[in-house]
């Protein structure tokens, strides 16, 4: 054994281990402190402010962890307000409750509203937080050094950088602490026969439900240990489990009856109100998340690298989930405590698979992942020196692989990663591009890239206290060309190139699947929409806005999209017609 590998199992069997691995986490995600604010961080400093209107907003919102409710009006009123598109889908929810998550953002507000670095800071502590619970949990799966070494490779996860360097993620750092708990208390339960850790760990459970629905992963972990691990009659291990079930289905009713969940949005599926949409779904994203978690790229690549890079993606993350069996197969043969790793990481796939792949949600399913590399190092450490068989040294291959990216690649890739969302940029530099000459007037937004483009302009100087628009409109969201001709003085009618919700992630506020039928009308002040034309599977692609004044008039300003921001657009005269390329966003630091 080299002098390195004496240091590295000296360090690991350190006592206070975990204040060192937190305190690397932390050093390695503390760029963050200096990034600032991004995209939904803007939505919280609203919303939680005494600023204008922020109150009546936030009652639909909840904070920043719904999109809709699910009420019709408040649907409508938000299309009014200029916080969602004129082709919202009516019934639309996308409502979450996660509120002990919630109460560390008000105490934010409280305390520095305007501090983007202190936001950090406070998430930089839960994630200091969550590698101390994550050292304890994994020690007490795998004992001192194995459990040591899993809690390291946890430490420097680059899947965790995007959740630590966005203040709206910091949801999941708190339920990931709580969970890492909850499943120590619950290991030392069933070893040590505790009963105080016996009753203290559903009560865990059900804290981490109110954090995050990405909780209800560790109840997956928690049945594969009762399958794996725990020894002893079955009924024994079902009433072990049983709390944490019962726990579950009551959140899950309760959550139900108070108006939570995702319905008739596309880009979050809900297994509880659509299973064979989410099945579907899972069985396309589950790959690519494996591949994002395990190796590279990042999960995200699937939905923002573009069309023709999805499908080479979806085959090469099917043929590396093909290579993860190879390499764990021998360890999963021989150990118990993998086996459960691997199925709580499976089961961990399914709330993770809720909406569209990103490395953002991989976090609990890190948490089968590092124990798995640890034991497969463990495993080889100890066949050294031996005559392997083939299936043998091509699983060591692969692991070697592995074990490569967690301490080579993950420690160099984090720093980056946590200031990942920085990488929105230009589209923060769109909001330079449009200035006061909108105050107390009809600002109307031609194309715009995605929802937020629009929305981030309008938070932004709200915030800010700057001059606002009387009236916010957004003709079209989304990465299609459209034509827009004038058919009156008063009146435009946009053909969208393909129709609208053409790009996946368009269809946050109605699924493309739901139609909205030639003739459908929506009212708001001062203009009138009605839909003119649809593509065969029911997608508008003609639509007609009617202006209670003619389009010169100067109470107007109107802006269409360019390859720097938002521009001054003149609509064209009565009878002709302009076409306006497609609004694509650009990622970057500039």
Known sequence: MSSLEDRLIAFLRKPKLGRWLALVAVLLSSPCLFIGFWLDDYIGRYVWSDL????????????????????????????ELGFAPWWIYDHLLVRLYRPISLATHLFDAKLWLHSAFMMHAHSLLWLALMVLAATRMYRAALGTMVGGFAALLFAVDHTHGFVVGYIANRHALVAGTLCMVCLELHMRAYKEGNRAFRVAAPVVYVLSLLSSEASLAVA????????????????????????????????????NLTGHGARGSGLYLDPGRDPVHFILAMLERGPVLLLGQFFIPPAEAASLGGGAYVKPLLVFAGLFSVALVVAFAPLLAKSRTARFWALGLLVSLVPASSTWPHNRQLLFTSFGAMGLVAELWDMFVNLRGQKMPLPLRASGAVGAVLLLGRLVISPVATPIAVCSIALTTPL?????????????????????????????VQLSRRVEEQPIARRWRALSFGPEAVTVEATSARSLRLHYEGGILTHPFMELYRARNIPMPAGSRVDLAGLSIVVAHTTPDGRPDVADFTFDKPLTDPSFVFYS?????????????????????PALMRYGLD
Do not use: C, M
Not at 63 to 79: L, T
Not at 222 to 241: D, K
Not at 434 to 452: L, M
């Open 52 to 79: 204008p209107g922020a109150h009546a907003w936030n009652r639909i919102i909840e904070g920043g962890y719904a999109i809709a409710n699910g009420n019709p009006a408040d649907n409508r009123w938000q299309v």
């Open 220 to 255: 997956g972990y928690l049945f594969a240990y009762a399958l794996f691990v725990e020894t002893g009659p079955l009924l024994r291990r079902a009433l072990g489990f049983a709390p944490y079930f019962v726990a579950t289905v009551v959140w899950r009713a309760a959550y």
């Open 428 to 456: 923060h530099h769109a909001i330079t591009t449009v200035g006061d000459e909108i105050g107390g007037r009809d600002a109307v937004f031609v194309t715009a890239p995605d929802y937020f483009a629009v929305k981030l």
């Open 561 to 581: 999209w360019t390859d720097h921001g938002f521009a001054r657009f003149t609509p064209p005269a009565p009878g002709e017609s302009t076409t306006l390329p």
